[in-house]
């Protein structure tokens, strides 16, 4: 099972004007050859972006939303402003857009999502969709159906201004077998 997350490829949460990443940096992760999976928000990332995604060894590339805009439906997530059908254009646009590729794993943005997404995300044959502390705080997900689809949580999330491998792998080393890490990069690095 893979238990690292990697959020917000290529450029940082749009939403809070994170700087854009290195291609260093990914390259200094994957090289712990430990897998990951890596949040691609498809609006803001370049074919040239989803090109070296895809050239990394270790990432499973996983869907992040699609805008990660800021959230319009509370208490907070991007698809309350989309209609099923809308939902699944989106992810047809998805495929067409990087070669068809056809993620099996959404990660939807502040891991808030609602019964229309699920149900897209069942018609496309995802297989995992992730979540984190405010998928239950704010949800009640007993009243949900997630048809195929496995939910995976994590326990939080951490930020890394630095890049720090270490720290990356220390939290891996306590993470639960069920659970997630999820890291958010959020500065300029330099190696
Ligand atoms: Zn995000």
Redesign the pocket.
Known sequence: MIKLRI??YPQG?PSRRYPKWGRELLAHIDALDIPYYL?V?PEVCSQRDFEFARSLKNAHLAL??FD?ALPVWRPRSEFGKFTYNEILYKIEQTHIRFDGWCPNVF?P??NMFDQELLDALNHWSFDIITGGPETFDHMDITKMDFGKLKLITSEGEFYTSNGDLSVILGRLGHCPDDKMVVV?LTGDYTF
Do not use: Q, S, Y
């Open positions: 959020d917000d949460e949040a928000v992040h939303g990660h990660i943005p502040f958010h």
